[in-house]
């Protein structure tokens, strides 16, 4: 039996992507054309701030219609009532498999800063589809408030 609270939070969640996945494109188009104004806010040193721009501009910008599907959808979960699978999710894509990847790409690949960035694109990539898929299977529905 689906709750009111499950029924809306569908109709919730689908407008709520469908506005952040629109707007997404801009908050990339930014990171692209502001990187170097966003990194100097943060460091005036030119080795620094030039990873930093590489990074968003070629890396983190081209991730955010993901991004926000994945904030969209694992914050629909605690929305519902549901607090341990979004916990679950984060634990397992941002922790299990970002760190160890970034270790991975910057070192073993030897990409360095860039596999930084290439781990963080990843773990929000996955734990975005991860969510998806969990939130099709509808548990998150017998769920009481």
Do not use: H
């Not at 709520?16 to 997404?24: G, N, Y």
């Amino acid at each position: 039996m689906v709750s009111r609270v499950g029924a809306d939070a569908v109709a919730t969640v689908g407008l709520t992507e469908s506005m952040l996945t629109m707007s997404s494109p801009a908050v990339g188009l930014t990171f692209v054309t502001l990187a170097g104004v966003l990194e100097s806010t943060f460091t005036n040193e030119p080795e620094v701030a030039s990873v930093a721009s590489r990074g968003l501009r070629r890396i983190i910008a081209s991730g955010f219609v993901f991004y926000a599907c994945g904030i969209v959808v694992t914050q629909s979960f605690n929305g519902a009532g549901d607090t341990w699978t979004p916990t679950i999710i984060n634990l397992l894509g941002f922790w299990i498999l970002a760190v160890p990847l970034a270790q991975f790409l910057a070192r073993q690949l030897a990409l360095g800063p860039s596999g930084v960035f290439w781990s963080i694109a990843a773990a929000f990539s996955t734990t975005a589809v991860s969510a998806a898929l969990v939130f099709r299977r509808g548990r998150w529905k017998l769920k009481r408030v």
